[in-house]
């Protein structure tokens, strides 16, 4: 096995940056077909049908991962793994794309592609990203074919890629198989061998941190990989889908775990001065707001984060719900009819929308919600068996008032 010339070309591939909109990629893709009896109103089975194709078939686990979001557009794992699954499907492309390449990181292509991950983590900047390692591996595979390796020997050097891969690529492969102990001791090597990338491996020791629920040393960890990043040269290449308002969002979630909701918000402050457009900061202040009794601040944050994401369908939702606690059942009503255009197969606007008719008293406006919202809802969901009773009880109320001389 020819270790020098591999070893070489295996380089430090994880690092992250600033973020080009939340546009999505938009073509329309037919559903795959499911297992017989598999609920295909369920973004979790897509999911997880998804997940057993990435290893034979992205482009079909791409449409999976695709029904999984327009199903359920909060679920942050499914835009992530939409994202590893387009990846993946080209793999001259992902080489190029993981060795940084101006061209392939700056085409429209892989930024919409990277726009998936900046949705993923607007939803959760703690995503653990368990896909990545298939980025790797089918990297390091792809470079190995290159040179002439044949696919038992590279896989015979990933395993033993502690070895000789370097501090970086095995710190992200440990990160892949949650090795974490072995992750951060990696990264913080990674962090003294390249001064110019540690701002990159302190984020990712403040990501693991998180996960495993040390909130102080996460702290830390983002404090630090946000003062590295701005040292860095604005016109350094890097790619779109992290930004020090990630970063500062991500310490003021931590603050919030640490029971510091003031620090917190001073955090969503500076995420807002690194970047105005930035919503998730806004969404987030909300929630304080809201948490602290302050509905009308509450309300505002939210306002502006609808203005800044107003293509978001859930951020509509989650307004909307706001509005119907603040009394405002009129706004909420805009807020979920327009949820409900931006992604017809989303259910939880619909059950909403029904039940403000239903509240005013319009059965025949208030039943064709409960039932769309019936059609489209997982049978997991809890308020099915509600909805299905309450549209029985308004059917038999309409009929009997029309048969009442």
């Not at 997880?48 to 942050?76: C, E, V």
């Not at 429209?108 to 900046?118: A, K």
């Amino acid at each position: 096995m020819r270790r020098v010339s591999l070893a070489s070309i295996c380089f430090a591939a994880a690092l992250v940056a600033a973020p080009l909109s939340a546009q999505d990629v938009h073509k329309v893709v037919k559903r795959p077909e499911l297992p017989a009896g598999a609920d295909t109103n369920d973004a979790v089975t897509y999911m997880r049908y998804g997940i057993d194709q990435l290893d034979h078939d992205p482009n079909k686990a791409a449409a999976a991962f695709y029904w999984a979001t327009r199903i359920d557009p909060t679920m942050s794992e499914a835009f992530y793994a939409r994202r590893i699954a387009y990846l993946l499907a080209d793999h001259s492309r992902l080489v190029s794309y993981l060795e940084r390449s101006g061209k392939t990181v700056r085409s429209p292509e892989v930024r919409r592609i990277d726009s998936l991950q900046i949705r993923a983590l607007a939803l959760n900047p703690f995503l653990y990203r368990r896909f990545d390692r298939r980025l790797l591996t089918d990297y390091l595979f792809e470079l190995g074919r290159r040179n002439g390796v044949d696919a038992a020997e590279m896989n015979a050097y990933i395993l033993e890629s502690r070895h000789h891969l370097g501090p970086w690529m095995s710190a992200w492969f440990a990160y892949c198989d949650s090795r974490f102990p072995v992750a951060l001791e990696q990264y913080a090597k990674a962090s003294e061998e390249d001064k110019d990338a540690a701002y990159g491996a302190h984020a990712e020791r403040g990501r693991i941190f998180f996960i495993i629920g040390n909130y102080d040393s996460a702290l830390t960890e983002m404090t630090a990989a946000i003062d590295g990043m701005r040292k860095k040269d604005d016109k350094d290449l890097v790619f779109v889908y992290d930004s020090k308002a990630v970063y500062e969002e991500s310490i003021g979630l931590i603050e919030e775990h640490l029971g510091k909701p003031d620090a917190a918000r001073e955090a969503y402050g500076r995420a807002l001065s690194e970047d105005l457009s930035y919503y998730p900061a806004h969404q987030r202040l909300a929630e304080l707001a809201l948490a602290k009794g302050d509905t009308a601040t509450a309300l505002s944050e939210m306002d502006l984060a609808v203005q800044l994401a107003g293509s978001e369908p859930a951020m509509r939702y989650e307004y909307g719900a706001l509005l119907i606690a603040a009394g405002k059942d009129t706004l909420a009503e805009a807020q979920f009819r327009k949820a409900i255009e931006l992604e017809p197969y989303y259910a939880a606007p619909y059950q909403y929308l029904a039940r403000i008719l239903d509240a005013r008293g319009r059965p025949d406006e208030a039943i064709p919600q409960y039932e769309a919202f019936l059609a489209r809802a997982p049978k997991r969901e809890p308020f099915v068996g509600w909805v299905r009773d309450r549209v029985l009880t308004l059917r038999a109320a309409r009929s009997s008032a029309r048969s009442t001389p």
